[in-house]
């Protein structure tokens, strides 16, 4: 059974940087196919994809927001890591980790941790 | 980036309706797609993958058709469960979401 888990603050000041952790089991992230996403949802609109990391360490990112992102894992202790730098008020959003596939060769399937709400004020 | 579009972004539909959402890929995807229902506070739960597969346990008044660049999601006969928010994602590339059709009854 797949599961995820997602943790860190749920409370960033602006232009502080954000350090999030993605617990999972039941799958390695050292197995060809494997790959991990970060996805965020800002209340009442839409998810929008992240970043992507596969199990050759290969990283991927929205163009958008590029600059400030960084992804790592740690396969060891079957984690993920997101930071986010810069951190302002519109990046307030639930932020979930995610198996969701992608790039044509990361496996199939879906499974999402429960969320983590960050919320960025002064 | 590979963008997808969704429409309508919102629908009003009467229990037992059938409803149809359609989602359009920038570039050719072929089957990489899914479809996704989401409920407030909520995270995601896939429906539909590889454009027409039924995830295991999934009613089957939910489908899925299409290929290439050019999708569409059916609800045969809309339950009052069935009111949330719908997203489309392809994995062809790197996997991004579509804006979502929120549907409510009517």
């Known amino acids: 059974q797949v599961t995820l888990r997602e943790s860190g603050p749920a409370l960033v000041k602006p232009t502080q940087t954000l350090t999030l952790t993605c617990t999972f089991s039941?799958?390695?992230?050292?197995?060809?196919?494997?790959?991990v996403s970060w996805v965020r949802q800002p209340p009442g609109k839409a998810l929008e994809w992240l970043a992507l990391i596969d199990w050759d360490d290969d990283k991927y990112y929205s163009t958008s927001l590029k600059t400030r992102l960084t992804i790592s894992k740690d396969t060891s202790k079957n984690q993920v890591v997101l930071t986010m730098t810069n951190m302002d008020p519109v990046d307030t959003a639930t932020y979930y980790c995610?198996?969701?596939?992608?790039?044509?060769?990361?496996?199939?399937?879906?499974?999402w941790g429960q969320g983590t709400l960050v919320t960025v004020s002064s | 980036d590979i963008q997808m579009t969704q429409s309508p972004s919102s629908l009003s539909a009467s229990v037992g309706d059938r409803v149809t959402i359609t989602c359009q890929a920038s570039?050719?995807?072929?089957?990489?797609l899914n479809w996704y229902q989401q409920k407030p506070g909520k995270a995601p739960k896939l429906l539909i993958y590889?454009?027409?597969n039924l995830e295991t346990g999934v009613p089957s008044r939910f489908s899925g058709s299409g290929s290439g660049t050019d999708f569409t999601f059916t609800i045969s006969s809309l339950q009052p469960e069935d009111i949330a928010t719908y997203y489309c994602?392809?994995?062809?590339?790197?996997?991004?979401f579509g804006p979502g059709t929120k549907v409510d009854i009517k």
């Open positions: 995610a198996r969701i596939g992608g790039l044509g060769y990361c496996s199939g399937g879906s499974n």
């Open positions: 570039q050719d995807i072929s089957n990489y």
């Open positions: 039941g799958f390695s992230l050292s197995t060809s196919g494997m790959c």
């Open positions: 994602q392809q994995y062809d590339n790197l996997p991004f």
């Open positions: 590889d454009a027409s």
